[in-house]
């Protein structure tokens, strides 16, 4: 039994949250050891995907008509809190993609042919699916992509795909990605940016993959350098012409939410490992729990928890109005606001929880057998990727000061 758990938010949640919340525990606890076995070999845990499908966990927002368990966004975010505090953020990072990125852009930009094939087989994790946004000279700034789509026949009938996406969760093992892409051509325009739903069957010649191992952590995350050779997608497979911006920017609102949740959940943990070791480490004749310093580091990482979840929670309710209402931009704005607070909040409150965390474990805490130290490692991506730190606060600062005022437009 956890010292600390996250009780408040779920007694204030109805009954679909609360069995949500409790299959998540229940996978979490049967995948810990393979979980933990794949991190130290440095690969992605494969039976994630055969008992989160099994339990349509990965398919947690997606309706009920597709496949999925039909939750809501808070939903969502409170079984990232169980994800992450329980498995880690390679775990957060492989369920954000597969259920954020994919399955949820799916949805919400797909057609009603697109989303009955897909969604079904992505919440069951019979499909596994990647988002292609990032490339090797292309992060924040995605009019840099240099990713092309040609179109022999009219009326973009069918379109051939080639470039390069670099550092793409799930890349070596999906089956389906979702691919942003400039027309082919010497005059290109920010508003011609694409998005197609390319298959690896019938593209296996056209689409080569490369694991990626040089990282910092997230050693269970399958990440990939991803090269696509004029592969194949047909007309029925694309998912928006032009404004492609639209469709990614709509995206990173479930990305961003996620990683926000992930790192709650590593928060939670890293609280309750500190609160364990310092009970019954024993130094200058007392329990370490009993020196003065030792508790102000306990009480700052329950300081950066709560700090972390209110506003995650608090965007994830504002997220779920705005998916109610996505006609209003200006609640689409106050929804990217929130989350861009909520996402460097969390990021940051992790990383400093993970940093106290394995300061009270003391030497056993500079061991990735200590599961902090594995956070420490893991969390520092998330005040990068799914949007940067810099990239957040400009955003927040954005909204505040209203139009003129956009640094990275």
Same mark, same amino acid.
């Given at each position: 039994?956890?010292?600390?758990?996250?009780?408040?938010?779920?007694?204030?949640?109805?009954?679909?949250?609360?069995?949500?919340?409790?299959?998540?525990?229940?996978?979490?606890?049967?995948?810990?050891?393979?979980?933990?076995?794949?991190?130290?070999?440095?690969?992605?845990?494969?039976?994630?995907?055969?008992?989160?499908?099994?339990?349509?966990?990965?398919?947690?927002?997606?309706?009920?008509?597709?496949?999925?368990?039909?939750?809501?966004?808070?939903?969502?975010?409170?079984?990232?809190?169980?994800?992450?505090?329980?498995?880690?953020?390679?775990?957060?990072?492989?369920?954000?993609?597969?259920?954020?990125?994919?399955?949820?852009?799916?949805?919400?930009?797909?057609?009603?042919?697109?989303?009955?094939?897909?969604?079904?087989?992505?919440?069951?994790?019979?499909?596994?699916?990647?988002?292609?946004?990032?490339?090797?000279?292309?992060?924040?700034?995605?009019?840099?992509?240099?990713?092309?789509?040609?179109?022999?026949?009219?009326?973009?009938?069918?379109?051939?795909?080639?470039?390069?996406?670099?550092?793409?969760?799930?890349?070596?093992?999906?089956?389906?990605?979702? =691919?942003?892409?400039?027309?082919?051509?010497?005059? *290109? /325009? %920010?508003? !011609?940016?694409?998005?197609? @739903?390319?298959? #690896?069957?019938?593209?296996?010649?056209?689409?080569?993959?490369?694991?990626?191992?040089?990282?910092?952590?997230?050693?269970?995350?399958?990440?990939?350098?991803?090269?696509?050779?004029?592969?194949?997608?047909?007309?029925?497979?694309?998912?928006?012409?032009?404004?492609?911006?639209?469709?990614?920017?709509?995206?990173?609102?479930?990305?961003?939410?996620?990683?926000?949740?992930?790192?709650?959940?590593?928060?939670?943990?890293?609280?309750?490992?500190?609160?364990?070791?310092?009970?019954?480490?024993?130094?200058?004749?007392?329990?370490?729990?009993?020196?003065?310093?030792?508790?102000?580091?306990?009480?700052?990482?329950?300081?950066?928890?709560?700090?972390?979840?209110?506003?995650?929670?608090?965007?994830?309710?504002?997220?779920?109005?705005? =998916?109610?209402?996505?006609?209003?931009?200006?609640? *689409? /704005? %106050?929804? !990217?606001?929130?989350?861009? @607070?909520?996402? #460097?909040?969390?990021?940051?409150?992790?990383?400093?929880?993970?940093?106290?965390?394995?300061?009270?474990?003391?030497?056993?805490?500079?061991?990735?057998?200590?599961?902090?130290?594995?956070?420490?490692?893991?969390?520092?991506?998330?005040?990068?990727?799914?949007?940067?730190?810099?990239?957040?606060?400009?955003?927040?600062?954005?909204?505040?000061?209203?139009?003129?005022?956009?640094?990275?437009?």
């Amino acid at each position: 039994m956890k010292e600390v758990e996250e009780l408040d938010a779920l007694n204030l949640c109805g009954r679909r949250t609360k069995m949500i919340v409790e299959e998540m525990e229940k996978v979490c606890q049967g995948l810990f050891e393979k979980e933990l076995e794949s991190y130290f070999e440095g690969k992605a845990n494969m039976d994630r995907i055969k008992l989160l499908g099994e339990r349509r966990l990965l398919g947690i927002g997606i309706p009920r008509d597709y496949g999925g368990i039909g939750g809501n966004n808070l939903d969502t975010a409170l079984a990232f809190v169980s994800l992450g505090s329980n498995l880690g953020m390679s775990a957060v990072s492989f369920m954000n993609v597969q259920n954020g990125l994919v399955a949820k852009t799916i949805l919400r930009w797909g057609t009603e042919e697109q989303k009955k094939r897909f969604l079904p087989d992505l919440a069951s994790g019979k499909k596994i699916g990647s988002f292609c946004l990032t490339e090797p000279e292309a992060g924040s700034d995605p009019s840099s992509l240099r990713t092309t789509f040609d179109s022999p026949a009219t009326h973009f009938a069918n379109n051939f795909i080639s470039g390069t996406k670099y550092l793409i969760t799930n890349g070596n093992m999906a089956d389906v990605f979702i =691919d942003f892409a400039y027309p082919k051509g010497p005059k *290109r /325009k %920010k508003e !011609d940016l694409s998005v197609f @739903i390319v298959e #690896r069957s019938g593209n296996e010649s056209q689409i080569l993959t490369e694991s990626l191992h040089h990282k910092i952590g997230l050693h269970a995350s399958d990440t990939a350098l991803i090269e696509f050779n004029d592969a194949f997608v047909p007309k029925e497979n694309i998912l928006r012409l032009g404004r492609g911006n639209y469709v990614y920017d709509h995206s990173f609102l479930s990305g961003r939410l996620g990683i926000a949740a992930g790192c709650v959940g590593v928060i939670l943990d890293c609280l309750n490992s500190a609160m364990e070791r310092s009970k019954y480490r024993v130094q200058h004749g007392k329990p370490i729990a009993k020196h003065q310093l030792v508790q102000a580091h306990i009480s700052a990482i329950a300081e950066d928890f709560e700090k972390a979840r209110l506003p995650t929670y608090n965007a994830a309710i504002i997220k779920d109005i705005y =998916d109610l209402h996505q006609e209003s931009s200006e609640l *689409r /704005k %106050k929804t !990217d606001y929130k989350i861009s @607070i909520a996402k #460097r909040i969390a990021a940051n409150a992790a990383f400093d929880a993970a940093d106290r965390a394995v300061q009270v474990g003391g030497g056993f805490g500079y061991s990735t057998l200590y599961s902090p130290a594995r956070h420490f490692k893991d969390v520092r991506v998330a005040r990068i990727y799914e949007g940067s730190d810099e990239m957040m606060t400009l955003k927040a600062a954005y909204y505040l000061l209203g139009e003129g005022f956009e640094a990275f437009k």
